[in-house]
């Protein structure tokens, strides 16, 4: 079985380029540009130099004593949340930036949900001088005034999306059609490893330096470069991609998904696209993904708004569809809970997303020799005003 | 003979009309095409509503917004148009996004269109390449045509693969942009239609995107067959209704 992208764009039945005729040439720009730009020793150099200088990897493996004694296990934390910005987001971006400059582009259009993204599209878009206009749904341009407030800061235009229901996945239409409507100057920073391809793989590709130093770390740390278990939280699904990268085809390596449940999967408030998604199109991406039986695509809920997307990157369904990977969903209760336990026993406020991936600690049973490593893909920063409310703090 | 086909035979310039369906109102379909065939339009395309229509502008997609919180749905188009050809002669095409087709299941919706009297589809978001390898010989199958767009950006190589899988027409997309965007026409626009003029395709084209109003259709039937209007064509029926559809239409020509 192969879990990496095919020639034509596939993971197995999902991914692709399902889009207008007026994004072909945009898509294919890059589908022909990708690989090789990205690849090239300039390139290389310059994402290394930034990734180092300026975002502050390499990011710590953490061995998490106390929870590894209470959980009887070996447990240790890809600490993404201390990069630049306060996630994982920011590989991606930095990586883009660069090679929309090699590709001559002087305007960059990006989508947000929560603003995590358009943060991290923003800072890479200051860095660079480059104009930078980010498409947010209107509601959650009221939900997260603070993200907002960080993009204007950092000189980006915040274009409120007002089609459909108004949030990350009309941003996202608003996104695609303003890149149809400037096709050459402007490159589209997708957020997360969905979209058309060559979008997953590109991400995937630019994330993966997650696990390419994980492998290092725990070579140093264990005597062995890999785990026994991976685990990250999965809306589109990008930080989880960078951590499964390099152990996508070491079948020694469990690979665990965490999606949202959020009120509870048959509660009719859930983000838990791989058990309530049916295969269809989102995005010009063939996945799994949320909608009526009509195959109008249906807004999902969960209280981190990191993982409220109605579909998941195409490798995702293939890894879900193949069983490579096991799904696991978890209501927003138990993910609040362990935002506050992670708190108390490591000292790490964890982004709300993040603290789905911990709870799998819960149901799973790990034994005292196996080693678990968790994405830390964010701070919890950006969530304290969900914090506050849920637990009256 | 398909339709289609029919219309295009002649060198009269043709004039095809887009509408969502369900909207302004659920049952406005079977009112609109009539009313639309009265007026002497030679064309319809039926917009199936899509919850995410991402290659249109505002206009086409609050209507499809509209249209589907009227209650709109695949199988509800399909009922209110059972026995359209009782009643109407000129090509019917049905436009509309990838996913609803997929849910309905390809097959059953290619059976269900031509048991109908559908002639043909527009799909914006499914690519040539797709539809060639792996839906063309089903709708071969059923007697349907699959128009595709192409743009000013569309590489010479690629238009003339369209045009080899192309059967009906190619809609040629007026310049780049999503739906309803743009009033007149200006240079460019007369170099890339006469640059696709001097191809000589197969396939005739229709040109959209942009058209309005008189002015545009008479400029854009100069370079191809004729012109397909949406946008300012549900912005009149949202503003007069259904029963001045003809007054929009001599307006035009």
New interface residues.
Partial sequence: MRYQVDEKGFYGDFG???????L??NIEELRKSYIEISEDGEFQKEFKFLLKEYVGRPTPLYFAERLSDKYNTKIYLKREDLCHTGAHKVNNTIGQILLAKRLGKNRIIAETGAGQHGVATATVCALMGIQCIVYMGELDIRRQAPNVARMKMLGAEVRPAQ??SKTL??AT?EA??DW????VDTHYIIGSVVGPHPYPDMVARFQSVISSETKLQLMEKEGRDYPDHVIACVGGGSNAAGLYFHYLNDLRVNIIAVEAAGKGIDSGKSAATSALG???????SKTLLM?T??????EPYSISAGLDYPGVGPMHAHLYRSQRAEFISIPDQEAMDWGLTLSQMEGIIPAIETAHAFAVLDIKQFSPNEIIVFNCSGRGDKDLDTYIDYFKL | MNRIDLAFQGDQKLLSIYFSAGHPNLDDTIPIIKALQSSGVDMIEIGLPFSDPLADGPTIQKSSTKALRNGMRTEKLFQQLENIRNEINIPLVLMGYFNPMMQFGIESFCQKCKSIGIDGLIIPDLPVEIYHENYKSLFDKYGLYNMFLITPQTPEDRIRYIDEVSNGFIYLVSSASVTGAKSTFGEAQAKYFNRIGNMKLKTPQLVGFGISNSATYKAASKYSRGAIIGSAFINFLEKEGVHKIANFISSIR
């Fill in positions: 692709g380029a399902y889009i207008p005729e007026m072909y040439p089609s459909g996945k009309d239409n695609i059609r149809i409507n400037n096709p049916k295969e269809g199109i989102i995005h010009g909608q039986p009509d195959g109008q695509i249906t």
